[in-house]
């Protein structure tokens, strides 16, 4: 039902919105349909037809019995992608748990299970002791450049 896609300009029908949908996105390596919204930002959520939000066209569209209750969440992590196998439904607080336990931190690391809980721990450990040794080797310079600075003083 194309009503329940908020925003949707009214000329749209389920045919000329999934063929709208497909003119603008391009198939991705990863598998992903990118679509194209409004203005240049990729990456994120895109927004197209008046302004409905792509991704809820596409599901409404693509994989049908959207339920404007539940959003819809991107298995792939990709904001702007429309394909339909990467698109399901859940609840806010299930979408917000999805997000948190991607396996890996951002910067590409094995997350821990942390036992007490089962669950991915917040903080990524690799990430740790890399901060720690950066802000390590800083002192050390700064330490460093101090006694150099006093030796120049004493000379
Ligand atoms: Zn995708
Ligand atoms: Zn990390």
Redesign the pocket.
């Given at each position: 039902m194309l009503s329940q896609i908020n925003g949707l300009s009214r000329h749209f029908t389920e045919d000329t919105l999934r063929a709208y949908l497909l003119n603008r996105s391009t198939r991705t390596d990863q598998?992903?349909?990118v679509v194209r919204g409004y203005g240049d930002r990729r990456g994120v959520y895109q927004k197209l037809g008046g302004r409905a939000w792509a991704h809820i066209a596409a599901y409404v569209v693509f994989v049908g019995g959207y339920d404007p209750a539940l959003e819809v969440h991107?298995d792939?992590g990709?904001p702007d992608?429309i394909?339909p196998t990467?698109l399901r439904q859940l609840s806010h607080s299930d979408s917000c748990r999805e997000r948190a336990q991607r396996p890996q931190c951002r910067n590409g690391h094995d997350r821990e299970v942390d036992p007490a809980t089962g669950r991915f721990r917040r903080v990524c450990r690799t990430c740790n002791r890399e901060a720690q040794k950066r802000w390590r080797e800083r002192q050390a310079a700064e330490v460093a450049e101090a006694r150099a600075a006093f030796g120049r003083m004493r000379s």
């Open positions: 598998g992903c349909l991107h792939c990709v992608c394909e990467h």
